[in-house]
Every structure is written in structure tokens, then in C-alpha cells.
């Protein structure tokens, strides 16, 4: 079993930058698919951003321009470098690691966006 551990939430202003990380707790294979997803109160959990172990990148309409996606395979880490931070991407923020059937997720980030 693997253990996803986000880090680097809380407050920040709008137009402000923030940067979480997520932490395997062990040696993940770069097969593996790790995304950042965030569910904000009343609506459903969304994808925000993914990178393949090979460094293949997505990102979604609401964050392109504004959120890097990036990631350490030699520490099976991800990070999400989110700037130009907007009220609406407020929510908590998870990570996920993706392989065929096998699925992982970490405990969830609050990210709040506010003056």
C-alpha cells in the first residue's frame, strides 16, 4: 500500500502564489500517473492537473497558464506551483497516483483564496 501525503495549504490573497507538494511513501514506479485533483463545497472532485512519468503534462481550461504541474521521480514526488491565485480555486486540493486498475489518493489540502 501507498500513502500520498500533501503538503503546503492555507490562506493566501487573491493574485497571490501558493505551492503544494504530494509525497509517496515509498519508491513509486514512473508508470505511474500522479495528478492533482480539488473538490470545492457542493461541487464534485475535478482534475486539475497530471504529469506521466515521463513528464507529459495536462492541465485543465480553469488553471492552463496559471498552475505548472511538475515531479520528482527519484523522491516520487509531485508538486503544483499554483500562481495568479483566483476565489474560485479555493477548495482542497488531493493527490493522486494511477496505474491500470490500482489507485491512490492522498488526505486532502485546504487552499483558500481570500482577502
Known amino acids: 500500500q501507498v500513502q500520498l501525503v500533501e503538503s503546503g495549504g492555507g490562506l493566501v490573497q487573491p493574485g497571490g502564489s501558493q505551492r503544494l507538494a504530494c509525497a509517496a511513501s515509498r519508491n513509486l514506479p514512473t508508470i505511474y500517473t500522479m495528478a492533482w485533483y480539488r473538490q470545492a463545497p457542493g461541487n464534485e472532485r475535478e482534475l486539475v492537473a497530471s504529469i506521466t512519468g515521463g513528464g507529459s503534462t495536462g492541465y485543465s481550461d480553469s488553471v492552463k497558464g496559471r498552475f505548472t504541474v511538475s515531479r520528482d521521480n527519484a523522491r516520487s514526488t509531485i508538486y503544483l506551483q499554483m500562481n495568479n491565485l483566483r476565489p474560485e480555486d479555493t477548495a482542497v486540493y488531493y493527490c493522486?497516483?494511477?496505474?491500470?486498475?490500482?489507485?491512490?489518493w492522498g488526505q486532502g489540502i485546504q487552499v483558500t483564496v481570500s482577502s
Open positions: 493522486n497516483a494511477r496505474w491500470f486498475r490500482t489507485d491512490y
